[in-house]
């Protein structure tokens, strides 16, 4: 069986804790896609080989350009590079499902699948509304698919496009400063620099915008006498507009590239129930009477034992924000043993109807990377995990929406 880093051919394999990488070369697709979910209301009492896990961290860019699109790039915050740079999800596909307002870029995965010509290029991209109110009421309609299409606060697409195709070269790209897109790309927001800016500015005719709410903030913080100088101007080299890819930095979280290492190089120290005890050691010391009675009622507490086992095996490599699997095997590593879907939990593909797998999860950790506080109204999550299409079904929409299940620790998910 193939590894799963093999399947992140987009990413780069370097150690976490050395400068030294080796860049894989994107164009190289991935393996076959793996089986539906694990079904998670079993004891997994099966004995099976443990799929292998590979870990994204995240690491400052060495130079500006190399996250732009051509080179197609596994990252997080910032814009992002989008796979079709022509036909972007629009419309409501765009928006939070409770308050309406754009949603923000969280990270985008390059994820190719070998023997599937129409994925020889494919990328996941996770969007989320960065509003803790917003997430809270997503936790609850994730349960709902059953009755329709429920709202998100968290959006996951995928985009895949065979070898030959208007945007890109059928070739690799060299890496040398000559790598180029074949296509442009349609114009984005000048606020957020994410959504298509299908509005413009009625005054200057110049500014364009994904939703009005954007365009009164650009208003305020600046367009009001930038669109003045714009149309005294005849000069359009001397534009005051900000150029495509770069927005202003309170309109997104801070830009990082995602490498990627295996799990597997780190500490394999088991992983079982017994750890929760010991994590209690060893932050209390020698516990007395009362902390024994403490850790005896601690270990009867299934959430409790979980996220013990949670937080040991992420100590391993406590900088990885994402865990990446897709293996026949593969499932979330959940943070508790509540709040966990069941296979029926699951839905089907948005596009064809066929069955999801799991692919990916986003840890907490990134939160911290992005300066999140840590205030009652603070995003926050334990971890959210991304289901794709099985066969990773070709439609006609350039952006196939995909499902992201997202799990809160308890204490939040009783916050109003």
């Not at 059953?146 to 998100?152: L, Q, T, Y």
Request: charge should be negative.
């Amino acid at each position: 069986m193939e590894s799963s880093a093999e399947r992140l051919r987009g990413l780069r394999i370097t150690s976490l804790d050395g400068d030294d990488d080796e860049t894989v070369v994107p164009h190289q697709p991935s393996p076959a896609p793996g089986a539906a979910a694990a079904d998670y209301e079993d004891d997994d009492e099966d004995e099976e080989e443990e799929a292998e896990v590979t870990l994204g961290v995240l690491k400052k860019p060495k130079h500006p350009g190399i996250l732009l699109r051509h080179l197609f790039p596994s990252k997080a915050g910032g814009i992002p590079a989008w796979l079709d740079p022509v036909n972007l999800p629009s419309g409501k596909s765009s928006c939070c499902g409770f308050c309406g307002e754009p949603l923000q870029f969280v990270l985008q995965i390059y994820a190719p699948i070998e023997d599937n010509a129409a994925a020889f290029h494919r990328t996941l991209f996770v969007f989320m509304c960065p509003s803790m109110a917003c997430l809270l009421r997503d936790q609850h309609e994730q349960w709902s698919h059953k009755h329709g299409n429920p709202c998100r606060s968290v959006k996951v697409f995928r985009c895949q496009l065979p070898r030959t195709n208007a945007f890109y070269s059928t070739e690799p790209p060299k890496h040398d400063g000559s790598d180029k897109p074949l296509f442009p790309g349609a114009p984005v927001c000048h606020w957020c620099g994410t959504w298509k800016g299908d509005k413009i500015c009625s005054s200057c005719k110049k500014a364009r915008y994904c939703s009005e709410k954007h365009q009164a903030l650009h208003w305020r913080t600046g367009h009001k006498n930038d669109c003045l100088q714009l149309i005294s101007s005849s000069d359009s080299s001397k534009s005051v507009l900000p150029a495509i890819g770069k927005v202003p930095a309170s309109t997104s979280w801070p830009e990082f590239e995602i490498e990627i290492d295996y799990e597997a190089t780190f500490d394999s120290d088991s992983c079982d129930e017994n750890n929760s005890k010991s994590l209690v050691m060893q932050r209390h010391g020698k516990p007395d009477a009362m902390m024994q009675s403490w850790m005896d009622q601690f270990e009867a507490d299934a959430d409790n034992k979980c996220w013990a086992s949670f937080q040991e095996r992420v100590s391993r490599a406590p900088k990885q924000v994402l865990r990446y699997c897709r293996e026949p095997n593969a499932k979330p590593f959940w943070a508790l043993s509540s709040g966990c879907p069941a296979n029926a939990d699951i839905p089907s593909c948005s596009s064809c109807k066929g069955p999801l797998c799991y692919e990916f999860q986003i840890m907490p950790q990134l939160l911290y990377y992005f300066g999140v506080g840590n205030q009652p109204d603070s995003l926050d999550w334990a971890t959210i995990a991304v289901y794709t299409c099985q066969g990773s079904c070709d439609q006609s929409v350039s952006y196939k929406e995909e499902f992201a299940w997202v799990q809160l620790y308890p204490t939040t998910t009783t916050r109003r």
